[in-house]
């Protein structure tokens, strides 16, 4: 007589790493500072960083106070933040203003067509400099038109631009610093956009944000091209805030976050390309809830996926994959202290020592400030990863 032998899937509880630190990057009473995964994150050597962030002033008197359109558009600014200690400390004399007002930007950028735009052209930029960087006017989410990116050559302390990133095919365009550096020379910079034809047919009403696909540049992030489109079209939900990271065989994957109806319940899926970048499947759905997330690779050659997390209890955690993305280990909860779901879009960085740091924005649950969550800040959290 034969027993079937039958397969049983096995839950496993998260787990909290044994090494971990908090720290405050920036906070001010009276101030929303938010989304390092718009604004960019650094690790230039030696455990210097380098994080971008929006912030506007904010007296956190009413809900209209908080709203993210409020905060980004009048006064909003892009700001960067430098730690020269691997991110133990953040002088408020290392912060520098990159975007002065998001509004004025706009205006620029919308009023002028963009064959006589007054922004600068830009020069081209060794990306294989680990000293290069690009940073990125960060997106409302439902806004029109083309948009404008930075060029630093010296680690952050003076940056180019802005520059116009157009494309005559694309009614919308809108981007963050997620872009990789293949072996070949060739900056991938990971975008959404809306074309034209699209917009006209109707296609924004049900992918608002636009569809996730590669600009792709030869020259220095001088010109842009477009290359690649990862998902198909009018995906449901629809697929924003792409993320990628080159695996140690050559394989690119990308964080997708999934535009669900209610932001709190959004999750992630991983897709790879085994081809540089021209053809994506999908690969795996890394969570039950927390988007958008940032893939790091770690030093052992694992995948590490992080994530805010926005149902209660409200904080950060991640997940490690041990096979390209492929399957996902137990949860790791870096935070549960959060006072709302208005926090998370961290960045991650690898130290000299092998840990990590995830910087993201942050409201704490006993803040004394109560307007749908504590002042919004931006925290870090270093911590040795626990398996």
Not at 19 to 37: K, M, N, T
Not at 229 to 253: F, M, N, Q, W
Request: with cysteine; net charge neutral; charged share 25%.
């Amino acid at each position: 007589m034969f027993v079937e032998e039958i397969s049983m899937v096995r839950y496993k509880e998260p787990v909290r790493p044994e090494e971990i630190e908090h720290i405050v990057v920036y906070r001010r009473e009276d101030e929303y500072a938010g989304w390092p995964f718009n604004g960019g994150f650094w690790h230039f050597g030696d455990g210097e960083l380098l994080v971008g962030f929006n912030r506007n002033k904010c007296p956190y008197k009413t809900l209209d106070d908080v709203r993210h359109s409020q905060i980004q558009l009048g006064g909003g600014q892009l700001v960067v933040m430098r730690s020269k200690d691997g991110g133990y400390t953040w002088p408020l004399e290392e912060l520098k203003v990159v975007v002065r007002s998001k509004a004025e930007l706009r205006s620029k950028i919308l009023h002028y067509p963009p064959e006589r735009s007054p922004l600068p052209k830009p020069k081209p930029a060794d990306f294989s400099n680990p000293d290069v960087a690009m940073a990125v006017e960060t997106p409302l989410g439902r806004e029109r038109g083309p948009t404008a990116y930075f060029i630093t050559r010296d680690r952050g302390r003076t940056w180019e631009g802005p520059h116009l990133l157009y494309s005559s095919v694309f009614e919308t365009l809108q981007a963050r610093p997620s872009y990789v550096l293949r072996p070949d020379g060739v900056l991938l910079w990971f975008l959404q956009g809306t074309r034209w034809d699209e917009f006209r047919r109707g296609d924004k009403i049900r992918e608002p944000e636009g569809r996730p696909l590669i600009f792709a540049s030869t020259d220095g992030a001088v010109t842009w091209n477009f290359l690649a489109y990862i998902t198909p079209p009018l995906s449901e939900p629809p697929k924003i805030c792409p993320h990628p990271a080159i695996l140690p065989d050559g394989r690119i994957v990308v964080a997708l976050r999934n535009l669900w109806p209610d932001f709190r319940f959004h999750w992630t899926e991983v897709y790879v390309s085994e081809d540089g970048g021209l053809t994506w499947r999908f690969l795996s759905r890394v969570n039950e809830w927390g988007a958008p997330a940032s893939l790091l690779v770690l030093r052992d050659g694992r995948l590490l996926c992080t994530y805010g997390y926005r149902v209660p209890p409200y904080g950060v955690r991640a997940k490690i994959s041990d096979d390209g993305g492929e399957t996902w280990g137990r949860e790791i909860i870096l935070r549960d202290d959060g006072g709302s779901p208005d926090l998370g879009y961290p960045r991650t960085a690898l130290l000299p020592d092998g840990r990590v740091i995830a910087v993201y924005y942050f409201n704490k649950a006993n803040d004394v400030v109560d307007c749908n969550g504590g002042v919004r800040h931006i925290a870090a959290t270093i911590f040795e990863v626990p398996y």
